[in-house]
């Protein structure tokens, strides 16, 4: 049987149309003013570059390996998003289910440490997971953030090491007044004074929901 150059051509645009429509479903939907965020590079810009606010609204659109971030910054690691006062992050942080993988920040002379450093009224932070992360710094440090204010965090969760001083969490290191809620943490936590292994900090009516932490935990006071 003979076939026409046509249906050769129908066929082979089927074939890519059926490989673009395949390649589309494995990634995660992006509305109308989010900012996707698919790499590790692209996340750093938050806070940094005119075009990730640090009040946007962001979804992270695939898991991203940031082992890389070992070497940043002469060993320090990536930079918290959102420090403190104004440069506190107060947008919107969607994970959609996806994980980082790999994080490292070694600051021990800083305060504020964590994926986020700083989150202030009327940020959320949402369906992500940290894995083997190695996170450190001095006071306020956890895995996911590290000062919080009137904030909220939901369906999260951190895995690895932190360190610190005072204020130290597997997940957020103080928690001002927040809700956290269906989240965990688990790995080696350690600090001196107000050290847990999901929040080391916990006040002025801060509330915990549906939350668990395991791994070991180690400090002096306040534990």
Request: charged share 15%.
């Amino acid at each position: 049987m003979k076939m026409r150059a046509g249906s050769h051509q129908k066929s082979d645009q089927a074939w890519v149309f059926a490989c673009l429509l395949a390649a589309c479903s494995l990634l995660a939907p992006v509305a109308a003013g989010q900012i996707p965020i698919s790499s590790i590079e692209e996340l750093q810009k938050i806070g940094n570059e005119p075009g990730y606010p640090l009040n946007g609204h962001y979804v992270l659109t695939r898991n991203i390996d940031a082992s890389a971030t070992a070497g940043w910054n002469f060993g320090a690691g990536f930079e918290p998003i959102g420090r403190d006062g104004e440069d506190s992050f107060t947008g919107i942080f969607d994970g959609q289910g996806h994980i980082i993988k790999g994080l490292v920040i070694n600051r021990p002379e800083d305060s504020n440490v964590g994926l986020f450093g700083n989150v202030e009224s009327g940020a959320t932070i949402q369906n992500l997971g940290l894995e083997d992360i190695t996170v450190s710094g001095k006071d306020y440090v956890g895995g996911l953030v590290g000062h919080t204010f009137q904030a909220r965090i939901e369906e999260c969760y951190a895995t690895g090491a932190v360190s610190g001083k005072d204020g130290v969490g597997g997940l957020v290191g103080a928690n001002y007044s927040g809700d956290i809620t269906s989240c965990y943490a688990t790995g080696a936590v350690s600090g001196e004074e107000d050290v847990g292994g999901l929040v080391g900090w916990n006040i002025l009516d801060g509330t915990i929901t549906s939350c668990y932490a395991t791994g070991a935990v180690s400090g002096e006071d306040y534990v």
